[in-house]
């Protein structure tokens, strides 16, 4: 029997990862924030922001940031993922893998899940950066990794370059099942209702049970699907590599609506409100329509490609853009209400919570964000 997450012990750190933590908006345990992948952060952000602190790392950072009471863990291309205190940017500890870390990490239970181009999702104690266990796959890990309840078992799960998706059980390292697709799988899988939905370079959404990893569905979705799949009523959201932004009716296996404007790729993943849809495109554009339909609502011209993913807190949106800068738009509108300008391409996605925003960049570095004070 497949259970959705529940309210959880943080061993050692004391921390609750749970809907209740979320809609305070204390925390931001894994990349999108929750299970379902939806980008939706509890809280509320106090413009004018400031930049609190920054952290330099040896390499570009794609990675996005988990944020779990007072710390920060996050990726870099340094082959590091790297534990920073939230108030000050102190580095806690760093913990170095075989290659690149562009998956985000999920922390969870006292430790942190994160996998690595070394072909490993490695498991560490979250307080002090120790190996607990380490996972082989059969190549690379660029997306981040999720995670369900199974019976009296928790699964990790995470894609790889090996074509399969895989559910590792969290306490033990082990194996439990994988999914063989027929491409890479470049994003994380996102979880609802007992499935896991994601996409890959075979040009296909998958829709697996959680039980035993079977596939369930798939749906032509018409070119690659590099970003991950955000979930929500039953409907899946995310962009191709075709131009296009699809909506699919889990249940189904069809299509719901297409959104096509301009004839530029989507790797950025959505974030999903009650009414819209907001999600970047490398037509330089922060798009948001309406979640029933896809009709646009609004654009927000960037001078870069928008890979980042945005997150929506509040009445605000948060995005970086290849174009070096970090916006802040309305909701309501899509108008431009703060903007920070790092000088170097962001691919990072923000993390947000607690009234901060922390992201990384392509100049190795690690921004943190906070209300102006005084």
Same mark, same amino acid.
């Given at each position: 029997m497949i259970l959705q997450p529940q309210i959880a012990p943080m061993a050692r750190m004391g921390i609750l990862f749970c809907a209740v933590c979320a809609a305070q908006g204390a925390d931001w345990p894994m990349f999108r924030g929750d299970p379902a992948l939806t980008g939706m952060a509890g809280g509320s952000l106090r413009l004018p922001l400031a930049l609190r602190w920054s952290f330099k790392t040896e390499g570009p950072v794609k990675s996005s940031a988990a944020i779990v009471e007072d710390r920060v863990f996050i990726g870099s291309d340094d082959g590091s993922l790297y534990a920073l205190n939230l108030v000050d940017g102190?580095?806690?500890? %760093?913990?170095?893998?075989?290659?690149?870390?562009?998956s985000s990490p999920l922390v969870l239970a006292g430790r942190v899940f994160v996998g690595s181009s070394d072909n490993f999702l490695y498991a560490l104690d979250?307080?002090?950066?120790?190996?607990?266990?380490?996972?082989?796959?059969?190549?690379?890990?660029?997306?981040?990794?999720?995670?369900?309840?199974?019976?009296?078992?928790?699964?990790?799960?995470?894609?790889?370059?090996?074509?399969?998706?895989?559910?590792?059980?969290?306490?033990?390292?082990?194996?439990?099942?994988?999914?063989?697709?027929?491409?890479?799988?470049?994003?994380?899988?996102?979880?609802? @209702?007992? @499935?896991?939905?994601?996409?890959?370079?075979?040009?296909?959404?998958? %829709?697996?049970?959680l039980a035993d990893g079977k596939q369930l569905k798939e749906v032509e979705a018409g070119a690659y699907i590099a970003g991950s799949v955000s979930l929500a009523g039953g409907r899946a959201y995310f962009g191709q590599f075709e131009n296009?932004?699809?909506?699919? !009716?889990?249940?189904?296996?069809?299509?719901?609506?297409?959104?096509?404007?301009?004839?530029?790729?989507?790797?950025?993943? =959505?974030?999903?409100?009650?009414?819209?849809?907001?999600?970047?495109?490398?037509?330089?554009?922060?798009?948001?329509?309406?979640?029933?339909?896809?009709?646009?609502?609004?654009?927000? =011209?960037?001078?870069?490609?928008? !890979?980042? &993913?945005?997150?929506?807190?509040?009445?605000?949106? %948060?995005?970086?853009?290849?174009?070096?800068?970090?916006?802040?738009?309305?909701?309501?509108?899509?108008? @431009?209400?703060?903007?920070?300008?790092?000088? @170097?391409?962001?691919?990072? &996605?923000?993390? %947000?919570?607690?009234?901060?925003?922390?992201?990384?960049?392509?100049?190795?570095?690690v921004y943190c964000f906070g209300a102006k004070q005084g």
């Open positions: 102190r580095k806690v500890w %760093v913990f170095k893998t075989g290659a690149a870390v562009e979250a307080a002090s950066g120790k190996t607990v266990w380490k996972y082989e796959t059969g190549d690379k890990i660029p997306g981040a990794p999720n995670w369900v309840k199974s019976g009296s078992k928790t699964l990790v799960l995470a894609g790889s370059y090996d074509f399969k998706l895989h559910a590792v059980d969290a306490a033990t390292g082990k194996a439990a099942w994988t999914c063989e697709t027929g491409n890479y799988i470049n994003g994380a899988p996102g979880v609802a @209702q007992g @499935q896991a939905v994601f996409g890959g370079c075979d040009a296909l959404l998958h %829709v697996i049970g296009e932004f699809l909506c699919v !009716d889990v249940k189904e296996g069809k299509k719901a609506w297409t959104f096509h404007e301009r004839d530029f790729p989507y790797y950025s993943s =959505p974030a999903v409100t009650a009414d819209r849809v907001v999600f970047g495109g490398r037509d330089k554009l922060l798009h948001c329509v309406k979640r029933e339909n896809g009709s646009r609502v609004w654009s927000f =011209p960037t001078r870069g490609k928008v !890979d980042s &993913s945005p997150v929506v807190c509040g009445d605000k949106v %948060v995005v970086g853009s290849d174009d070096g800068r970090l916006y802040v738009v309305s909701l309501d509108k899509g108008d @431009q209400v703060w903007m920070y300008e790092v000088g @170097q391409p962001i691919e990072s &996605s923000p993390a %947000v919570a607690d009234g901060k925003v922390v992201i990384g960049a392509d100049d190795g570095r």
